[in-house]
Protein backbone atom coordinates (compact mmCIF):
# COMPACT_ATOMS: atom_id res chain seq x y z
CA UNK A 1 0.00 0.00 0.00
CA UNK A 2 1.06 3.33 -1.12
CA UNK A 3 2.13 6.04 1.72
CA UNK A 4 0.96 9.30 0.91
CA UNK A 5 1.54 12.34 2.75
CA UNK A 6 -1.22 15.25 2.37
CA UNK A 7 -0.13 19.21 2.79
CA UNK A 8 -3.73 20.94 1.92
CA UNK A 9 -4.99 24.10 4.41
CA UNK A 10 -8.59 23.82 3.52
CA UNK A 11 -9.71 21.26 5.53
CA UNK A 12 -12.77 20.38 3.61
CA UNK A 13 -10.56 19.48 0.42
CA UNK A 14 -7.92 17.77 2.73
CA UNK A 15 -10.58 15.72 3.60
CA UNK A 16 -12.38 14.37 0.70
CA UNK A 17 -8.90 14.03 -1.15
CA UNK A 18 -8.08 12.03 1.15
CA UNK A 19 -11.08 9.95 1.79
CA UNK A 20 -11.06 9.52 -2.21
CA UNK A 21 -7.67 8.36 -2.06
CA UNK A 22 -8.01 5.87 0.83
CA UNK A 23 -11.24 4.51 -1.33
CA UNK A 24 -8.45 4.11 -4.36
CA UNK A 25 -6.34 1.95 -1.94
CA UNK A 26 -4.18 4.26 -0.75
CA UNK A 27 -2.97 4.89 3.03
CA UNK A 28 -2.78 8.88 3.82
CA UNK A 29 -1.60 11.18 6.41
CA UNK A 30 -2.81 15.07 6.33
CA UNK A 31 -1.14 18.11 7.48
CA UNK A 32 -2.72 22.17 7.66
CA UNK A 33 0.65 23.64 7.90
CA UNK A 34 4.51 23.32 6.86
CA UNK A 35 5.72 22.57 9.90
CA UNK A 36 3.35 19.84 10.33
CA UNK A 37 4.91 18.17 7.54
CA UNK A 38 8.43 18.35 9.14
CA UNK A 39 6.63 16.56 12.09
CA UNK A 40 5.22 13.47 10.70
CA UNK A 41 8.02 12.78 8.27
CA UNK A 42 10.63 12.73 10.86
CA UNK A 43 9.12 9.44 12.18
CA UNK A 44 7.34 8.33 8.77
CA UNK A 45 8.68 7.80 5.41
CA UNK A 46 5.97 8.30 2.95
CA UNK A 47 5.98 7.07 -0.62
CA UNK A 48 4.71 10.36 -2.34
CA UNK A 49 4.06 13.81 -0.78
CA UNK A 50 1.00 15.91 -2.48
CA UNK A 51 1.66 19.29 -1.73
CA UNK A 52 -0.65 22.31 -2.33
CA UNK A 53 1.96 25.73 -2.05
CA UNK A 54 0.16 28.59 -0.49
CA UNK A 55 -0.39 26.94 3.30
CA UNK A 56 0.33 28.45 6.83
CA UNK A 57 3.76 28.53 8.49
CA UNK A 58 5.96 27.52 5.65
CA UNK A 59 4.81 27.29 1.96
CA UNK A 60 4.98 23.98 0.21
CA UNK A 61 7.56 25.03 -2.17
CA UNK A 62 10.30 25.81 0.60
CA UNK A 63 8.95 22.40 2.51
CA UNK A 64 9.62 20.15 -0.23
CA UNK A 65 13.09 22.20 -1.11
CA UNK A 66 14.08 21.79 2.87
CA UNK A 67 13.57 18.00 2.48
CA UNK A 68 15.04 17.16 -0.30
CA UNK A 69 18.52 19.32 0.71
CA UNK A 70 18.02 16.84 4.23
CA UNK A 71 18.38 13.95 1.70
CA UNK A 72 14.70 12.78 1.70
CA UNK A 73 14.05 11.35 -2.37
CA UNK A 74 9.94 10.89 -2.01
CA UNK A 75 8.19 12.76 -4.93
CA UNK A 76 5.75 15.68 -4.88
CA UNK A 77 2.86 16.38 -7.16
CA UNK A 78 1.72 20.10 -6.16
CA UNK A 79 -1.89 20.92 -5.72
CA UNK A 80 -2.18 24.82 -6.53
CA UNK A 81 -4.09 27.55 -7.43
CA UNK A 82 -1.15 28.92 -8.67
CA UNK A 83 -1.04 28.89 -12.72
CA UNK A 84 1.31 31.34 -13.69
CA UNK A 85 4.39 30.11 -15.48
CA UNK A 86 7.06 31.69 -12.89
CA UNK A 87 5.39 28.82 -10.05
CA UNK A 88 5.07 26.27 -12.71
CA UNK A 89 8.33 26.13 -13.64
CA UNK A 90 9.99 26.85 -10.07
CA UNK A 91 7.94 23.87 -8.87
CA UNK A 92 9.49 21.50 -11.95
CA UNK A 93 13.03 23.45 -10.98
CA UNK A 94 12.71 21.74 -7.50
CA UNK A 95 12.20 18.33 -8.89
CA UNK A 96 8.49 18.20 -8.55
CA UNK A 97 6.92 15.05 -10.56
CA UNK A 98 3.66 16.66 -11.81
CA UNK A 99 1.84 20.12 -11.09
CA UNK A 100 -2.18 20.23 -11.11
CA UNK A 101 -4.09 23.38 -10.94
CA UNK A 102 -6.66 24.25 -9.02
CA UNK A 103 -10.08 23.23 -9.37
CA UNK A 104 -9.35 19.56 -10.40
CA UNK A 105 -11.32 16.42 -10.47
CA UNK A 106 -10.02 14.08 -7.72
CA UNK A 107 -9.98 10.83 -10.44
CA UNK A 108 -7.20 13.29 -12.20
CA UNK A 109 -5.21 13.34 -9.24
CA UNK A 110 -5.79 9.00 -9.20
CA UNK A 111 -4.83 8.25 -12.80
CA UNK A 112 -1.65 10.50 -12.28
CA UNK A 113 -0.46 8.60 -9.51
CA UNK A 114 -1.32 5.68 -10.64
CA UNK A 115 0.08 6.31 -14.38
CA UNK A 116 3.78 7.22 -12.36
CA UNK A 117 3.40 4.73 -9.64
CA UNK A 118 1.51 1.76 -10.86
CA UNK A 119 4.62 -0.13 -11.97
CA UNK A 120 6.47 0.50 -8.61
CA UNK A 121 3.45 -1.19 -7.29
CA UNK A 122 3.75 -4.30 -9.63
CA UNK A 123 7.03 -4.79 -8.52
CA UNK A 124 6.45 -5.40 -4.80
CA UNK A 125 6.43 -8.97 -3.29
CA UNK A 126 3.63 -9.55 -0.80
CA UNK A 127 2.90 -11.72 1.70
CA UNK A 128 0.23 -11.92 3.71
CA UNK A 129 -0.03 -9.03 5.40
CA UNK A 130 3.78 -8.59 4.81
CA UNK A 131 4.75 -6.18 1.83
CA UNK A 132 8.53 -5.87 0.21
CA UNK A 133 9.92 -3.38 -1.95
CA UNK A 134 12.62 -5.72 -3.31
CA UNK A 135 14.29 -2.11 -5.02
CA UNK A 136 14.26 -0.09 -1.70
CA UNK A 137 14.95 -3.06 0.48
CA UNK A 138 11.68 -1.51 2.73
CA UNK A 139 9.47 -4.14 4.45
CA UNK A 140 5.67 -2.88 5.32
CA UNK A 141 3.24 -4.97 7.65
CA UNK A 142 0.29 -3.60 6.90
CA UNK A 143 0.72 0.00 6.71
CA UNK A 144 3.64 0.36 8.87
CA UNK A 145 7.25 0.59 7.69
CA UNK A 146 9.34 -2.09 9.59
CA UNK A 147 12.80 -1.46 10.59
CA UNK A 148 15.10 -4.27 10.34
CA UNK A 149 18.70 -4.42 10.49
CA UNK A 150 21.28 -5.30 8.46
CA UNK A 151 21.39 -8.54 8.53
CA UNK A 152 18.13 -9.86 9.49
CA UNK A 153 16.72 -7.07 6.24
CA UNK A 154 19.07 -9.83 4.12
CA UNK A 155 18.07 -12.80 5.27
CA UNK A 156 14.30 -11.58 4.76
CA UNK A 157 15.16 -10.71 0.87
CA UNK A 158 16.95 -14.17 0.36
CA UNK A 159 13.99 -15.84 1.80
CA UNK A 160 10.99 -13.41 0.10
CA UNK A 161 12.04 -13.07 -3.66
CA UNK A 162 12.59 -16.88 -3.46
CA UNK A 163 9.58 -17.73 -1.78
CA UNK A 164 8.45 -21.39 -2.40
CA UNK A 165 11.62 -22.50 -2.73
CA UNK A 166 14.71 -23.90 -0.57
CA UNK A 167 17.68 -21.54 0.55
CA UNK A 168 20.64 -22.94 1.07
CA UNK A 169 21.44 -22.27 4.56
CA UNK A 170 25.12 -21.63 3.53
CA UNK A 171 23.64 -19.00 1.09
CA UNK A 172 22.02 -17.75 4.17
CA UNK A 173 24.72 -17.30 6.43
CA UNK A 174 26.34 -15.89 3.84
CA UNK A 175 24.07 -12.56 4.81
CA UNK A 176 25.83 -12.71 9.38
CA UNK A 177 28.61 -10.62 9.96
CA UNK A 178 29.71 -13.85 11.96
CA UNK A 179 28.57 -16.85 10.55
CA UNK A 180 27.65 -19.72 12.45
CA UNK A 181 23.93 -22.33 12.70
CA UNK A 182 23.38 -20.30 16.28
CA UNK A 183 23.50 -16.82 15.09
CA UNK A 184 21.30 -17.94 11.72
CA UNK A 185 19.03 -19.63 13.95
CA UNK A 186 18.65 -16.32 16.39
CA UNK A 187 18.74 -14.15 13.38
CA UNK A 188 15.67 -15.66 12.01
CA UNK A 189 13.56 -15.74 14.81
CA UNK A 190 13.80 -12.90 15.53
CA UNK A 191 12.46 -11.96 11.98
CA UNK A 192 9.83 -14.52 12.34
CA UNK A 193 8.89 -12.66 15.67
CA UNK A 194 8.76 -9.29 13.82
CA UNK A 195 6.82 -9.96 10.86
CA UNK A 196 4.65 -12.62 11.90
CA UNK A 197 5.55 -15.13 9.30
CA UNK A 198 6.87 -18.79 9.00
CA UNK A 199 9.96 -20.26 8.18
CA UNK A 200 10.37 -23.33 7.69
CA UNK A 201 13.45 -25.25 8.60
CA UNK A 202 14.70 -28.15 5.55
CA UNK A 203 16.51 -30.18 7.33
CA UNK A 204 19.57 -30.86 5.69
CA UNK A 205 18.89 -28.44 3.00
CA UNK A 206 18.41 -25.00 4.29
CA UNK A 207 14.94 -22.90 5.13
CA UNK A 208 12.06 -21.66 2.65
CA UNK A 209 8.59 -19.60 3.06
CA UNK A 210 6.03 -21.72 2.07
CA UNK A 211 3.60 -20.20 -0.81
CA UNK A 212 0.26 -18.73 1.02
Known amino acids: MMNILLLE ?13 EYEGYHVDTAYT ?4 YDLTFSKKYDLYIFDVNVPEENGFD ?13 VIYITALTDINSITHAFNIGAEDYIKKPFDPEELVVRIKVKYDTQDKNMVHYGDVIYDPYRREVRKGAELIALGKVQQQLFHELITRKGKVVDTMQLMDCLENPNANALRVNLAKLKNKLGI ?8 GYMLEEL
Open 63 to 75: VFKALKESGDETP
Open 9 to 21: DDRILSDSLKEYL
Open 198 to 205: EIRNIRGQ
Open 34 to 37: GVEV
